[in-house]
């Protein structure tokens, strides 16, 4: 079993910064992959970014790519998601998720992903 809790959303206006932050509980962490997902009010959970155990691998949603970054500090059972020019459009729900499934590379769909947490708010003002 693992739980996952996000933290460091806010509301920061367009072009700011943030990073958010996702601790895991468990032993098993660093067989994790780890994806970053969001949802707008009334629209599908999307995808944003994801990486494999140890860090080797990435992915990025068209959409984010060149302004999130995500990284893994393992030791820490830690997962992070630099996001940076922010655009009213990021505004969303972003959810930390883990695949225990020791995978080279990270699924992009949440049904890879057993375990979620339970999301932090990212706010972009124009």
């Known amino acids: 079993q693992v739980q996952l809790v996000e933290s460091g959303g806010g509301v920061v206006q367009t072009g700011g910064s943030l990073r958010l932050s996702c601790a895991a509980s468990?032993?098993?962490?660093?067989?994790?992959?780890m994806g970053w997902f969001r949802q707008a009010p009334g629209k599908e959970r999307e995808f944003v970014a994801a990486?494999?155990?140890?860090?080797?691998?990435?992915s990025y949603a068209d959409s984010v790519k060149g302004r999130f970054t995500i990284s893994r500090d393992n030791p820490k059972n830690t997962v992070y998601l630099q996001m940076n020019t922010l655009k009213p459009e990021d505004t969303a729900l972003y959810y930390c998720?883990?695949?225990?499934?020791?995978?080279?590379?990270?699924?992009?769909?949440?049904?890879?992903?057993?375990?979620w947490g339970q999301g932090t708010q990212v706010t972009v003002s124009s």
């Open positions: 990486i494999n155990w140890n860090g080797g691998y990435t």
């Open positions: 998720a883990a695949d225990p499934r020791l995978r080279e590379i990270p699924g992009t769909g949440p049904s890879a992903y057993e375990y």
């Open positions: 468990g032993r098993t962490f660093i067989t994790h992959a």
